[in-house]
RNA sequence: GGGCCCGUAGCUCAGCCAGGUAGAGCGGCGGGCUUUUAACCCGUAGACCAGAAAGCUGGGCGGAGGUCCCGGGUUCAAAUCCCGGCGGGCCCGCCA
């Protein structure tokens, strides 16, 4: 099909007395084709079924050989071949089969065939038209490979590429995994509210917006964590919400200012259980979809495999910087440390000793975490809502999780102590404000949470937390290589084309002319 | 915020460095083909704008312009070189 050189097809149809959008408003269908191909697994080269099915969804594929057809249907469970043949469906449906192009919708009747080549299919005795397409459809060996087309006709990209449909697809089930563990495990989802007055439970920049019935600026919540932790004061002792943050920070492979985490809290218990209940959900989640706790991925290009069954292994940061690097850093001094990431070419001018540490992890440590672990024991002094490690307050019982490289979560003993959480918040805003980092505005400093620290003083019982980012999670499961790939729909700067009704006149006339759209 | 790369037919891309008639495959259209699965074979048109629309006609008598994302510039001559913009991607800094 063009869309602008001879005379458009849709005139075919109505031809036909096949009017796309009025002939047909609905459609039943008896089965889907995964259940077709399950069942009829059995039937040898050439065998047929006895059984007549209809099914419905949209032409992937089309194979013409004159008075035989081949095409592949797609009906949102998978995809089967329809076969049409001329001496079955007669000379009135074979001109409706001539005028199919890829990316029409139909519904077919027919019996579950096995062709001479080995091809499981339909063999169509009956051909409904549901609805048509007006543009063309990728070529089918390169599929769409246009970034800019990608993200901009999304529902191509879904529909086309296969990782990217099954990365979108297994992203539900993975979720209804974690609710269904979490339910077993007595814990109930609470919404908590993503306009705010003050934001927290991360560092990072917010989305302002305004909120006119109370006449005042709002924040998009940037986390979850300090409204579950409310939730836990108010005697909800085991919460969660898979919650969307949104944070005004720039987009790259792996950030977007809108992702979905779950983040979950339990009470008396600490960073252990957390640790123990996370991969848990997770490899129960795992095996869910992928039947196996290992799964194969793709990672830098090569094919590995990843296993998710527990325990996890686990590394303090520290440790994992000294085996990955071979640079000793444990009991060095804040002058020493600048010195030795200077010598590795990373610049930093941040105060907190334990970001040092960190950024050195990151350069050494992080691209080798390829398999689930757990670094533990960050510096306390960059974990400012964990609790302080009980053997050691230099450090904080807090823990990371790093899968393909990539960091998947981070969870802690939750502070509990309104007089350091004060205290802590405290020394963040002065940090911010002395840091060199030049955002512009206030509104980019951490705020005091006073109102949460108020809650945390009528008593928050021990308790343990964790956030998982899913859209990760999910790259890193079907090894996509940006973060972008695994959400449904990102943000684009409208193009400028032509619709169909401004380039076809006479397609609209008919239209406005058949269902009066003139008459008001 | 800093740096790099890409934008050519519906799709996937070549041509650009070393400026000189806009190309290929797929797809479209016409024909053939009852077992293909990136089907195959033969033929053919199409790149801007306008005329509602295919065919077609006009913009186009001389010159210029238009049609390689857009707009300028250099040049006898620009898809190609230069500058600016738009759209997209990647890396660094920051955030998960």
Redesign the pocket.
């Known amino acids: ?9 849709f005139w075919s149809f109505i031809a036909l007395n096949m009017d796309p959008y009025l002939t047909e408003y609905r459609y039943e269908t008896s089965t889907t084709v995964s259940e077709i191909r399950s069942r009829y697994g059995y039937l040898n080269n ?1 065998e047929e079924a006895g059984d007549i099915h209809s099914i419905a969804g949209r032409i992937m ?8 057809v ?1 095409a ?1 249907l797609d009906d949102g469970t998978a995809t089967i ?1 329809l ?1 049409f ?3 079955i469906l007669g000379e009135n449906s074979w001109k409706v089969v001539e005028l199919l ?2 990316g029409d919708i139909i519904g077919v009747k027919g019996k579950p ?1 096995r ?5 499981l ?1 339909i ?1 169509v005795n009956e051909l409904t038209v549901l609805s048509i397409t007006w ?18 006709l999304r529902y191509l990209d879904i529909m086309m590429n296969e990782r990217v449909r099954k990365a979108i697809t297994s992203m539900y089930r993975i979720e209804k995994s974690f609710r269904d563990f979490l339910d077993s495990k007595g814990f109930i989802e609470i919404h908590t509210p993503k306009l705010q007055s003050i934001y927290g439970g ?4 917010p989305f302002t917006t305004k909120m006119y019935s109370l006449d005042k600026t709002v924040y998009l919540s ?1 986390a979850p964590e300090t409204y579950l932790k409310r939730a836990i004061i108010a005697n909800l002792y085991r919460v969660y919400e898979i919650a969307v ?1 949104f ?1 005004n ?11 979905v985490q779950i983040e979950i809290y339990q009470a008396f218990a600490d960073w252990n259980d957390m640790m123990k209940l996370v991969e848990e959900m997770i490899a129960y989640g795992i095996k869910n979809v992928f039947g196996d706790y290992k799964v194969e991925v793709e990672h830098n290009g090569n094919r590995i495999e990843l296993d998710f069954k527990p325990p996890w292994r686990r590394i303090s940061i520290e440790e994992a910087v000294e085996n990955y690097s071979g640079i000793k850093v444990r009991g060095k001094s804040y002058e020493e440390l600048i010195g030795i990431a200077k010598d590795l070419g ?3 001018d ?1 105060p907190r000793m334990g ?1 040092i540490i960190e ?1 050195i992890f ?2 050494f440590a992080e691209p080798r975490l390829v398999q689930p672990t757990y670094v533990i024991l960050y510096p306390r002094d960059i974990s400012p809502l964990a609790r302080p490690y009980r053997n050691d307050p230099n450090y904080s019982e807090r823990f990371e999780l790093f899968v393909g490289s ?3 979560g ?1 969870g802690y003993s939750e502070l509990n102590n309104p007089i350091i959480q004060y205290y802590f918040f405290k020394k963040e805003e002065d940090l911010r404000f002395k840091s060199s ?1 030049k955002f512009i505005g206030k509104a980019e400093y951490h705020p005091m949470d006073k109102d949460y620290v108020r809650a945390l003083e009528y008593g928050m019982p021990p308790t343990a937390g964790v ?1 998982i ?1 899913i ?2 999670l999910i790259m890193v499961l079907f090894g996509l ?4 790939d695994v959400i449904p729909f ?4 409208p ?1 400028e084309f032509k619709t169909i009704a401004e ?4 397609i609209l ?1 008919h239209y406005i002319e058949n269902l009066h759209l003139d008459k008001l």
């Open positions: 099909m063009v869309l602008m050189s001879e005379k458009h097809r050439g594929g089309l194979r013409r050989h004159g008075k035989i081949f592949v071949q076969v043949r001329y001496d192009n890829i065939i062709t001479l080549r080995g091809e299919s063999l543009r063309d459809y990728p070529e089918k060996w390169h599929g769409l490979a246009d970034t800019d087309k990608r993200y901009r991360a560092l990072a920049r940037i943050c944070r920070e720039d987009i790259d492979a792996q950030h977007y200012p809108e992702f990373i610049e930093v941040d970001k950024k990151e350069r990539l960091e998947i981070n980092h956030g980012g859209y990760r290589p940006s973060i972008k990102t943000i684009v700067e193009d380039t076809h006149n006479d006339k």
